[in-house]
């Protein structure tokens, strides 16, 4: 029984730490290039940061079993919604192992409007990515200048975005 309790604890440990603890999240300002890459959308197609070259870009490390994740997908989809038309890219970069399959119909399900790709751990270490959910705001440059690590309200997002837009 103190075995099955301690694997339940350590399991809860490890499902907070790696999702960022779902609190209130950190701002790191950065300086320096964002790493292109070459990733598959969920809608097939093959996306590559360097296409969005002049836009404002948010990037979202993130997981379906995440639940501070999922708490983002609304608040990112607004965003979405209210800024695209004005220069603003947001692409989803799941972390999840199994990929597609069960992408696929998350995305459906969950009717996510951004670009959702699957990612991999190089791309995660290229980014300094220790803990999910994950965001990179990239400016118009190319340069990465804001990393916030752990769930974000509307308001703080929109904050960070609009000094960029």
Not at 38 to 51: C, F, I, K, N, T
Not at 99 to 115: A, D, S
């Amino acid at each position: 029984m103190k075995r099955y309790q301690a694997t339940i604890i350590f399991m809860a440990f490890f499902l907070i730490a790696a999702c960022g603890g779902g609190g209130k999240g950190e701002m790191e300002k950065m300086e320096g290039g964002a790493p292109d890459f070459a990733l598959p959308s969920v809608d097939g197609s093959m996306v590559r940061l360097s296409d969005y070259q002049g836009k404002v870009i948010m990037v979202d490390f993130w997981a379906t079993w995440c639940p501070p994740c999922k708490e983002m997908i609304p608040v990112l989809s607004k965003l979405h919604k209210r800024y695209s038309m004005k220069g603003l890219v947001i692409l989803g970069i799941s972390l999840d192992q199994e990929g597609l399959e069960v992408l696929g119909p998350y995305v459906y399900e969950n009717r996510i409007p951004y670009k959702i790709l699957i990612g991999n751990d190089q791309l995660k270490r290229a980014f300094g990515v220790i803990s999910i959910p994950t965001l990179f705001i990239i400016d118009r440059e190319g340069r990465l200048v804001r990393k916030m690590m752990g769930y974000h309200s509307y308001g703080e997002l929109e904050s960070q975005l609009k000094k960029y837009l």
